[in-house]
């Protein structure tokens, strides 16, 4: 599985519909963002929200927890990099 590595959490870009919407990230408009716990790649996808930030530099995440939301801020060339790897027909 190849997937972004972001500060803790891992966006899944092989889920197709996940990159559909980051390919689609509006600066400023919340998102559904599909993630991993990088201590076990092979478990449960886990849903956030997402937003680009207005200067389109950063992409945070929000990210439910059993302990509470827990936040974190990506770079979001990095993620679009990334992402741009990935074809269409993936």
Known sequence: MTDAR???????LTN????LRLESAVPGRPMK???RDPAHPDGP???GT????????????DVPT??????QTCDW???SA???????FD
């Open 6 to 12: 972001t500060c803790e959490y891992v966006v899944d």
């Open 16 to 19: 197709h519909s996940n990159r």
């Open 33 to 35: 963002v599909v993630v």
């Open 45 to 47: 996808a886990i849903h």
């Open 50 to 61: 997402g937003l680009l930030s207005a200067d389109g530099r950063s992409f945070a995440i």
């Open 66 to 71: 059993p302990s509470g939301l827990h936040h």
């Open 77 to 79: 060339a990095k993620l």
């Open 82 to 88: 990334e992402l741009n790897t990935y074809s269409e």
